[in-house]
C-alpha cells in the first residue's frame, strides 16, 4: 500500500496552521488549570499549616460593667476583662502556638455579634479574638490570667474552629 495520493484525489483535511496552535494552548492552559487545582488542594491540606481559632469571651456580672461608646469592660473584681486583653494558646506540651488579643463586639460592626448592651447593658459584655495557630492535636486556650480551656483538634473542627468563653455569674 502507498502513502501516495493518487492524481486528482482530495488530500486528507489538514487544521490550519491557526487551529493547531489554537489546539495546542487549549491543552496548554487545561494543564496548567489541572496542576493548579491540584497545587491548591496540595497546599490547604499540609500538616503545619497555620489555622484560626476564632471565638467570644462574655462576661456576666450585674452592675460589673462599664460601657464607653461600644466598647464595654469589667470593673470591680473583673477590670482585667478589657479589649485588649491577651490570648495565649499552647499545645499540649505548653509551647505557645499562637497569640492575639480580644477586640470588643462594638469596634467591629458585625450584625451577627452582640455584645449584650441591647439585651442587659450593664450585665453582658462580649468580646471578640481570632487566633492564627499551628497544626496540634490539642489547644489549650488561655485569656488573660482567667485559666484555661482544653479542646482537642478534633472538637475544634466538629465546631467550625469557633469557641464560646464565659466570666461571671
Request: with cysteine; glycine share 14%.
Amino acid at each position: 500500500m502507498s502513502d501516495e495520493i493518487p492524481d486528482g484525489a482530495p488530500s486528507p483535511a489538514q487544521p490550519s496552521k491557526g487551529r493547531q496552535a489554537g489546539y495546542v494552548l487549549i491543552g496548554f492552559v487545561v494543564v496548567l488549570a489541572i496542576a493548579g487545582v491540584g497545587f491548591g488542594v496540595y497546599q490547604a491540606v499540609q500538616p503545619g499549616d497555620p489555622l484560626e481559632i476564632r471565638g467570644t469571651y462574655t462576661l456576666f456580672s450585674p452592675g460589673g460593667i462599664v460601657r464607653t461608646g461600644d466598647t464595654c469592660r469589667g470593673e470591680r473584681g473583673y477590670s482585667d476583662f478589657a479589649p485588649g486583653v491577651r490570648v495565649s494558646v499552647r499545645d499540649g506540651d505548653g509551647s505557645i502556638v499562637g497569640s492575639g488579643r480580644t477586640v470588643s463586639v462594638g469596634e467591629l460592626d458585625h450584625p451577627d455579634l452582640q455584645d449584650g448592651d441591647d439585651i442587659a447593658p450593664n450585665v453582658v459584655c462580649t468580646l471578640v479574638f481570632a487566633v492564627e495557630v499551628q497544626d496540634v492535636d490539642f489547644y489549650d486556650i488561655e485569656i488573660g490570667s482567667r485559666g484555661s480551656m482544653v479542646m482537642s483538634r478534633t472538637e475544634l473542627e466538629a465546631d467550625d474552629w469557633f469557641v464560646e468563653l464565659t466570666l461571671g455569674t
